[in-house]
């Protein structure tokens, strides 16, 4: 072992605590020829990180399953590798100055529910009895994690590392990566000692991994979407009377983290550890005259203590003992950050068998996750869970150095914030715009940002309140309202119009490119000059990823699908192309834009403007047609549920339609009025109801399942075995008596005393006057008329399984008309 190796199956660039989870995971199971490069030294992060914290929750099923994972595996893991280590199940306690905080937290403690973790809602009473330092003035309450806690990084790190040699894995330390070449399909790492080829990359390079991935550009990469921010923290001197408690209980306080306040507080040998987000936060290295030096090790930026005072003082309020003792050493680190604070855990975007995980604001809480999960994206292709929320492809070219700058600002100052459902956050907004962006604006749009491209969510009238402090509430009620009751009544009665820019569309062709997608895709494909529903399964028959397959002629193809998937998608059915290049596959999203336009009276409307079109094709139908003098495409489909098309034109001709349609008396609406609409006729949404924890038959879509056709489609003997032997759970429809707001994205659904699924999407139905929710629940109880409960931020509100059909126009004769 004491030679450079110049071969390995998978090479690692990074040696925290991911790289070194990612290589003990491979080595476990069985990729033992795989190499971790290190440049310094292995640790947790940035060598001048104290310690992490053990779970915690960020709001997201993804990272939630990677710290509950994480925690589990770190309690057994110095005995499973023979390696000690300090760690510490401290619990913790979150503190609530408001009763929208009190709401989260029950969301919380419900999601923990749901995965077989207790957390307590406690009264400002229940909290002191907990943590006995605190003072509990100003609380509405708070959660108690019992599992909460603090570990040692470098420990943690080292016996990764062990566990990884142990089982067969290679680590090199000292060894500085500085550059890539590929070679057909292989990888060349270079390195400072030598060269190694390799099957599969990872970018584990934490606040350098930006650098490591410009190395991947020339082969399809992109600028890492991420900044790195200034992190402080202190440690006070020992307090004699938390060393007596100390002693006495012969365990460490309960952390406290204050997430209205924005920081954290935990026990540090008898000291103190006071850690805030704050607001008026700083980045480094993003500007020419403060770059990123070559090596960062072992260093730490210059103390910046006026940044904290507030915090401080809060914190010292909060809990005195922290005012008692002399501060023994201020923290000032590097820590990176993705735009929205999450990590980034997958296939690098547009580069074939190379991968990442970095960008980790809490890499000790995810870092046994983390590592688990780049395992298997290198081992399967796939993950166990859906890991979407930390997909590198979540980004695309929208993320600029100052859209990253701008939202990890935002993020890094509301680490703690409240995520609420009509809430949109102002940075890094306006990246891409509408060709009617101008004339949305002048008729009341409120905007939100969907891969990018602005699109309305809804149109306020004079007097609204428009303000942000508007949306900052659980609540179904607000100056909304109103107004997509408006638009659904308008779209309902008469004919409306939504600007939809950015729908990811490919176009495929070549010879052979019907055979190809019949067997890539579970159901059928259309006739030329028809569109329908296609739905990508992966090994084990679970949902990747649903698109429209427009068929223009035998092998002439466009494929489209939601704004948010365009990277993945494109990345998905490139890599399944056949190797010959026979087939061809090009993204065409920004040549074109799309106008819904849908309505009873929709039919009479396009007519004026389109008198070459033949109006009376029916559903899932296709037309080349000229629209208000334009060339267009026109589909019939509507989302909304109610005859319509889409009407598909060049990007720059979209202002003269768009014009157009109003000017003929459309009644223009916005995305919160086309998904109250939506879910009233039960259609999916990619990554809320259509997610790869699911099989095609959980999610209810057999019939999009072509069964007898020879083509052996990836999922199909899986999906064969489950129908044979019956799935375990069922997608359904849901009434729900839900008094003051609507079922958030898995919400907690009980029968009885049993939890028994989760929700999937919740909103408000305008037409047919209820709350609706759509869900996954036990096989058994999904059967219509079983009623059940769904847990809505602490209550249990009644739940009715409904029919298995559209709750608006069940027979579809009003799309069908």
Sequence with gaps: MSDFPTTARVVIIGGGVVGTSTLYHLAKEGWT???????????????????????????????????????????????????????HVTGAIRLAHTKERMQEFERVAGMGRYQGLQMDICTPDELKEHNPFMETHGLAGGLWDPLDGDIDPAQLTQAL??????????????????????????????????????????NCAGYYAQRVGE??????????????????????????????????????????????????????????????????????????????????????????????????????????ALGTAGVGRNINGPIPYAPDGLPMIGPMPGVPNAYEA???????????????????????????????????????????????????????????????????????????????????????????????????????KDGDDTSEAATETWNREGPWSARIK??????????????????????????GAAEWLRGQIAGALPKAGRMNLGYFADSRGRIVTEVTIIRWDEDDFWIMTAAVAQWHDFDFLANALPADGSLTLTDITTDWSTMIVTG????????????????????????????????AKLFRISFAGELGWEVHTSFDDAKHAYDAVCDAGATPFGMYALNSMRIEKGYRTWKGDLSSDYTLLEGGIERFIRFDKPQDFPGKAALLAEKQQGSKKGFVTLIVDAPFTDAPYMSTIWHGDDVVGETTSGDWGYRINKSVALGMVRADLAGEGTELEVEIFGTRCKAVVQKDEPLWDPSNERIRA
């Design 600 to 631: 009873p009276t929709s039919r009479d409307l396009i007519a004026g403007l389109a008198p070459d079109a033949d109006l009376s094709t029916g559903w899932l139908t296709i037309q080349d047609a000229t629209f208000a003098g334009k060339p």
């Design 161 to 202: 590392a062990k566990g990884a040699r142990d089982a067969g894995g290679r680590i090199e330390r000292f060894c500085s990566v500085t550059g890539i070449e590929r070679d057909g399909d292989e990888w060349i790492v270079k390195t400072e000692k030598g060269d190694i080829r390799c099957e599969h990359v990872a």
């Design 486 to 511: 408006d638009e659904v009544e308008a779209v309902r009665d008469g004919t409306g119009v939504l600007d939809m820019p950015g729908f990811s569309r490919y176009k495929l062709s070549g010879t």
């Design 215 to 320: 190395m991947f550009k020339p082969f399809g990469g992109r600028t890492v979407p991420m900044v790195v921010m200034s992190h402080q923290y202190f440690l006070t001197d020992e307090i004699p009377e938390l060393a007596a408690w100390t002693k006495e209980n012969g365990r460490k306080m309960p952390m406290i983290r204050d997430v209205d306040t924005s920081y954290y507080l935990r026990q540090d040998k008898n000291g103190l550890n006071l850690g805030p987000y704050e607001r008026n936060c700083k980045a480094h290295w993003v500007t020419p005259d403060d770059p990123m030096p070559e090596d960062f090790s072992f260093q730490l930026y210059p103390d910046d203590l006026e940044r904290l005072e507030y915090y401080i003082e809060d914190a010292m309020e909060r809990l005195p």
């Design 33 to 87: 020829d795989c190499v971790l490069l290190e440049k310094n030294e292995l640790t947790a992060g940035s060598t001048w990180h104290a310690a992490g914290n053990v779970p915690n929750f960020a709001g997201s099923w993804a990272v939630m399953n990677m710290q509950r994972y994480s925690a589990a595996m770190y309690r057994t893991l110095a005995e499973d590798v023979d390696y000690p280590m300090n760690y």
């Design 358 to 460: 970095h960008s980790f604001t809490f890499g000790i809480a995810q870092g046994g996750g983390a590592g688990k999960t780049l395992a298997e994206w290198i081992m399967h292709g796939e993950t166990e869970l859906d890991m979407w929320a930390v997909d590198p492809r979540r980004y695309t070219d929208y993320a600029d150095h100052d859209y990253c700058l701008s939202k990890a600002l935002e993020t890094y100052g509301h680490e703690y914030a409240m995520h609420f459902p009509r809430h949109e956050w102002p940075a890094g907004r306006d990246k891409k715009l509408s060709p009617n962006h101008a004339r949305l604006q002048t008729s009341g749009a409120q905007f939100g940002a969907y891969n990018g491209w602005e699109r309305v969510n809804w149109f306020a």
